[in-house]
Each structure stands twice: as structure tokens, then as C-alpha cells.
């Protein structure tokens, strides 16, 4: 399962984002806020930083279905509602609105000693981020590490610049370091959980995909996977509650895999009408599903040995 895709996309088109965070009073939510922008399948086509502001611009975005997933120190992860930039025209404003979070439940910490050099490099960057110069951004972002090494978000926006740039691997090493210095960063854990994922290393995936689900607890994306990795892992009673939790999610129904995760662990623990319980669910929600004819068969020999 693919969380997000590693690569840009081709933005040909002459469409321009612009999106502006704010709270409900209509306050900017302020600097250093990371708004992801999202395609129709999940994967990631775009990620940047706000300015001063609460403001960023994602240029040449390509006609199409998007959503928004903000996340930041001092705010609520939020994600936006699906929008359509097919007959956007050439600029497109879009507002989302946050919470504000008590310093105490920040899911990634803002350092007060970052020196003003190493910020305002890693300020410069966020503005190549935000123009998806990605080659531009690297070098502001190695200098904000050289002048303040324990700068964790420098690491982190390092490690997606990285990305972007098709090198995984040393990608993979300041996603490392990012979370070495500030465990509770979101994207970081949450490349981190993809990688050993991907890579079926699915211990060292729930590790990072359980803090990455801490920080951002209503995504079902997230938790599906963690699920999965619970489950490989012979934790059955947490897969089984994770499961439970995507079902009680507005977008449940695009994480239908988490009925077949339920009724897996229901089934290895004898309890067969939950297990077809959940399987009658999965083939409602999703009967068009490539694997409905096996969640079918699953469910008949289980009816079948329950006779």
C-alpha cells in the first residue's frame, strides 16, 4: 500500500493554488504551518510551508481533484474537504480553517533556539518549497542544518526535498535524524512508517505509523496501515481495535480493508459470526472490490464450518 506518492507530479498547466490558514476567529495561523496537498487516490502532489501570514501558493497545479492536509505546532491536523481545479481558471483561492492546540498536545515541538540564520534559511527554503524548486530548496536547508544541527524540522523538510529529488535512501537517513531529535514530528514518522512498510519491516513500521496515527488520530489512512501492521505482527487485540476505530470515521468506506483486518482476527479467535459479521460488511461497503470474490469465498467456508 502506497501512503503517498515519492515523486512529484507533471504540473503542466498554468493554475495557480493559493490557500490561506486560518482560525475561526479569521486569525492567520502564522508561519511554519505544512499544507500537503492531496490527489483523488491519497497521494501527495505538492507540499509547502506558510508564511508570516498563514498563506502559500502552489503553482502550475494540473487540473483536477484535490484535498488539503494541514499540520503544523500549535494547530489541530486538519484535512480539508475535496475540491475540483478542473475549471479552476488561472488562480484558485482556497481558505482552511484550524484549531488552535494547547502547547501540551503539539504534535511536533517548535525550538526556541533555533539562531535567526538557520531560520531565515530555512525560510528561504519553504519559499522554493512552495514554487516546488526543489533543487533551489536543498542547499538553504543544509545550511540551516550547518548552523543549528539539532534542527529537526530543517531534517525533516530536508528529507521531502529529498524525495522530490528521487534520492530515497539519503531521504530516508534526515527522516531519521529528524525524529532522533523530535519524535512526535509528523511527516517525518510518517514517511519513516511508509519506508519500512513498503519494505515489509513491519515492526519497525508500527513503531513510526503509531506515532504518526498519535499526531494525526482521525486519519484512516494511517491507521489502516497500522492495522496491518498489527495484525502481521500477532498483536490481534490492537489491529482489532485500530480497525474498529477507521470504522467509526466519516470516510470509512474507503478503508473497507478494515473489515477483512477485523474479521481475521475475529476468525483466529473462533469467533465466527463476528468475522461474517465483518466480512458482509467489507462486500456492502465495497462490492466491487478486486478482492470481493475472495472475502465471498472466506465468507462461505466460514458459514459452511459453522453449520
Not at 2 to 20: D, G, H, I, K, Y
Not at 79 to 105: C, H, I, L, Y
Not at 183 to 188: D, F, I, S
Request: one cysteine or more; aromatic letters at 8%; a negative charge.
Amino acid at each position: 500500500m502506497q501512503l503517498w506518492a515519492q515523486a512529484p507530479a507533471t504540473l503542466p498547466s498554468s493554475t495557480e493554488l493559493s490557500v490561506r490558514v486560518v482560525f475561526a476567529s479569521g486569525r492567520p495561523a502564522g508561519p511554519n504551518i505544512n499544507v500537503e496537498v492531496l490527489g483523488a487516490l491519497g497521494g501527495s502532489v505538492a507540499i509547502a510551508t506558510t508564511d508570516t501570514s498563514g498563506n502559500v501558493i502552489f503553482r502550475r497545479m494540473d487540473a483536477g481533484k484535490y484535498k488539503l492536509h494541514v499540520s503544523g505546532p500549535g494547530i489541530s491536523t486538519t484535512d480539508s474537504p475535496d475540491f475540483d481545479m478542473t475549471d479552476a481558471g488561472p488562480r484558485m483561492n482556497f481558505t482552511v480553517q484550524v484549531k488552535q492546540e494547547d502547547e501540551s498536545a503539539q504534535t511536533g515541538t517548535v525550538d526556541p533556539n533555533v539562531p535567526k540564520d538557520a531560520r531565515k534559511e530555512f525560510e528561504k527554503a519553504g519559499d522554493k518549497m512552495q514554487s516546488q524548486d526543489w533543487s533551489g530548496a536543498q542547499p538553504h536547508l543544509e545550511k540551516a542544518i550547518a548552523i543549528y544541527p539539532k534542527f529537526a524540522m530543517a531534517y525533516n523538510n530536508l528529507g521531502i526535498v529529498l524525495l522530490h529529488l528521487k534520492q530515497g535512501e539519503t531521504a530516508i537517513e534526515n527522516f531519521r535524524k529528524a525524529v532522533e531529535l523530535d519524535e512526535k514530528l509528523p511527516q517525518a514518522n510518517l514517511y519513516l512508517g511508509q519506508f519500512y512498510y513498503e519494505n515489509k519491516q513491519f515492526k519497525d513500521a508500527e513503531k513510526f505509523l503509531q506515532r504518526a496515527s498519535n499526531g494525526d488520530p482521525k486519519n484512516a489512512q494511517i491507521l489502516l496501515a497500522l492495522a496491518n501492521c498489527e495484525l502481521r505482527n500477532d498483536e490481534n487485540d490492537q489491529a482489532l481495535n485500530t480497525a474498529q476505530k477507521i470504522h467509526a470515521l466519516p470516510d470509512h468506506k474507503k478503508y473497507t480493508m478494515a473489515h477483512v483486518i477485523a474479521a481475521q482476527v475475529y476468525a483466529d479467535k473462533g469467533d465466527k459470526q463476528h468475522a461474517l459479521d465483518e466480512y458482509h460488511l467489507f462486500l456492502k461497503e465495497d462490492p466491487g472490490s478486486p478482492i470481493a470474490g475472495q472475502v465471498k469465498d472466506a465468507a462461505t467456508n466460514l458459514e459452511t464450518a459453522s453449520k
